[in-house]
C-alpha cells in the first residue's frame, strides 16, 4: 500500500481542495492506493474536491465494495460527474452495491431521456482548472485516449469557464496558466434540450463539437457533430411519439430557453386531426 505522498492526515482534513490538486498529479493507482489507505472520512471530502476524470481514473482500480462506498460517502453530484467518466460496465457494478435508495438517486441524475442532448454528449472532454499550466495541459491531453478539439477550463464546481484552442497551448509558454489564454465559450448547449432541435444550431457553422452544460452552467461534456447526425438518422418513418416523461425530464431540468421544443412534446400527445389543426391556425396567423 502506497505511503500517503509526503500529505500528513492532518493536512488531508484540513485542506482536502489543495490535497486533491496533489492527488490529481499522481499517478491514478497511487492515487487509488492513497484513497485506500487513509479513513473514508478524510478520503471522501478530498475525492469530491478532485476534477471527476482524476477521481474517476482512481476509483476504478480501488476494489468493487471500496469504490463504491466512496461514492456514497462523495454524494450524488459529485459521485454522478465520476460515474460519467467511468467505463459504464463498472458504473453499473458499482450503483448495484449502493443502497436502493441512493440508487435510485444517482441513475435519476445520470439519466436522460433518449432525444435530449444530455443522452448523446461525450462525458471525456478534458476539462482542467484555471490555475493549470499549459505544460500540464499538454501531457494531460497526451495521456488521454480520448479524441479532443478543444480544452475546457472549470471551476471546482465544475462551472465551465473558458474553452482553448489545442493549437494555442502550443504557442504559448509552458508555464503560462489556462485562466491566461482561454475565451469564454462562444456557445454552449443545455443537457436537457432536445437532440432534434440541434441539427441547424449555429455553433456547427465553426465548431464539430459543442460544450454541454447542466443546470448552473455545469460542464457535462460535449456534442459532436458526428454523434448528432447518429442521433438524428432515420429509423422509422414515423416521427417518434414523445411521452410526458420527456416534458417531465425538460421542466426538472430548467429547460426553460427551449420553449419550442416543450411545444413539441406537448402536441405530440395530441390526435393527429388536432395537431395539424392546431399547425393551420399557426399559419393563418403569420
Known amino acids: 500500500m502506497a505511503e500517503p505522498v509526503s500529505l500528513s492526515l492532518a493536512f488531508l482534513e484540513s485542506h482536502p481542495a489543495d490535497a486533491a490538486r496533489v492527488l490529481e498529479r499522481l499517478a491514478p493507482n497511487v492515487a487509488a492506493d492513497l484513497l485506500e489507505s487513509i479513513p473514508q472520512r478524510l478520503a471522501a471530502p478530498v475525492a469530491r474536491q478532485m476534477l ?46 449502493l443502497p ?5 438517486t444517482f441513475r435519476l441524475l445520470l439519466g436522460y431521456p433518449e432525444n435530449t442532448v444530455g443522452a448523446w454528449a461525450d462525458p471525456h472532454a478534458l476539462a482542467l482548472t484555471p490555475n493549470v499550466s499549459a505544460g500540464d495541459a499538454l501531457e494531460r491531453l497526451r495521456e488521454t485516449e480520448h479524441e479532443h478539439d478543444v480544452l475546457y477550463v472549470v471551476d471546482h464546481d465544475q462551472r465551465l469557464l473558458g474553452v ?32 432534434g432541435a440541434m ?18 452552467e455545469r460542464f457535462a461534456g460535449v456534442l459532436w457533430q458526428s454523434a448528432l ?55 393563418a396567423g403569420r
Open 52 to 97: 471527476p476524470l482524476f477521481s474517476a481514473r482512481a476509483m476504478d482500480r480501488l476494489a468493487d465494495d471500496s469504490a463504491a462506498g466512496l461514492l456514497r460517502a462523495i454524494g450524488p453530484q459529485a459521485g454522478v460527474a465520476v460515474l460519467r467518466q467511468m467505463p459504464t460496465a463498472r458504473a453499473d457494478a458499482l450503483l448495484a452495491l
Open 100 to 104: 436502493a435508495g441512493h440508487a435510485m
Open 164 to 195: 482553448i484552442a489545442l493549437v494555442e497551448l502550443l504557442r504559448v509558454a509552458a508555464d503560462m496558466p489556462l485562466r491566461r489564454i482561454m475565451r469564454a465559450p462562444s456557445v454552449t448547449v443545455p443537457a436537457q434540450s432536445l437532440i
Open 199 to 216: 441539427r441547424d444550431h449555429v455553433g456547427w457553422a465553426s465548431d464539430r463539437a459543442l460544450p454541454v452544460v447542466e443546470r448552473g
Open 229 to 283: 447526425a447518429l442521433a438524428l438518422a432515420p429509423t422509422t418513418s414515423r416521427q417518434p411519439r414523445h411521452t410526458p416523461a420527456d416534458a417531465l425530464s425538460l421542466l426538472a431540468g430548467g429547460y426553460w430557453s427551449g420553449v419550442a421544443g416543450l411545444i413539441d412534446v406537448v402536441v405530440s400527445w395530441l390526435p393527429s386531426g388536432a395537431a395539424r389543426s392546431r399547425d393551420s391556425r399557426h399559419e
